[in-house]
């Protein structure tokens, strides 16, 4: 009888050792559990807090993105108004310059006409010619054009004649040099003049007594290939072939 009781007693000791390990066992899986479920969700919640903010930067960088798109757009559009209006600018500034510089021509002009015709009538022949070279006609109006139409047809054909006597009288006293020039000027108020030949064979001379046999050489072919009537023609065709 004893026995059966010491039986129970141990039986039941150690039906409350194994209920109690398992209770331990059982609270420490649930609280490790546990722990693994809040490890587990403050992880998923850093993945969706990590998750909230890249979505958020990238909201933000796709709007910060369009903003910039937007704003280089309208840069762009403000530049191309910029260099309308620079180029309106400039074309005003182009029209005003051409105008106000058609007004200092056209002024010009009148005032070399005037020039022309006071030195004219004072019987400043050659003074009148270079005031004439001087006078644009393309900025006259149809009376300046005739006037200078009729002045041009007296005052270049005495201008040429004046100067070609005093180039005469230079190239006597062996002032070659100058002699050249006055011929030269001569020839530019008028080439179709009945000394213009003179001009060029005068010249040739002048340049061949200074030495300058080509350019000497030069004028005689201009006066063979211009002024085949003149009454210098045949001297200058054995002058050259003489010089050649």
Known sequence: MKDNKNIKKTVWLYAVVLFTSAFI?????????????????????????????????QTGLNTATEENKGLKKNIENLNSIIKKEKEKENSIKDDL???QKNYLDTMNSYDQLLFADNSYNNGEIVKSADMLNECDINF?????????????????????SILYLDGYSLYKSKMYNDAINRFE??????KHNY????????????????????????????????YKDSSYYKDSVQLLKSLN
């Open 195 to 226: 000394i213009s030949d003179d001009c060029y064979y005068f010249i040739a001379y002048s340049y061949i007594n200074l030495g300058d046999i080509s350019s000497g050489k030069s004028k005689l072919q201009d006066l063979i290939n211009n």
């Open 185 to 190: 000027k001569s020839l530019s108020f008028s």
């Open 97 to 99: 310059d051409n105008v």
């Open 140 to 160: 006259l109006n149809s009376v300046g054009k005739e006037k200078y139409d009729y002045l041009s047809s007296i005052v270049f054909e005495k201008a040429a």
């Open 25 to 57: 066992v059982l609270l420490l899986t649930y609280y490790s559990q546990m722990k693994t479920d809040k490890s587990i969700n403050d992880y998923l919640n850093r993945i969706s807090n990590e998750e909230k903010k890249k979505l958020l930067f």
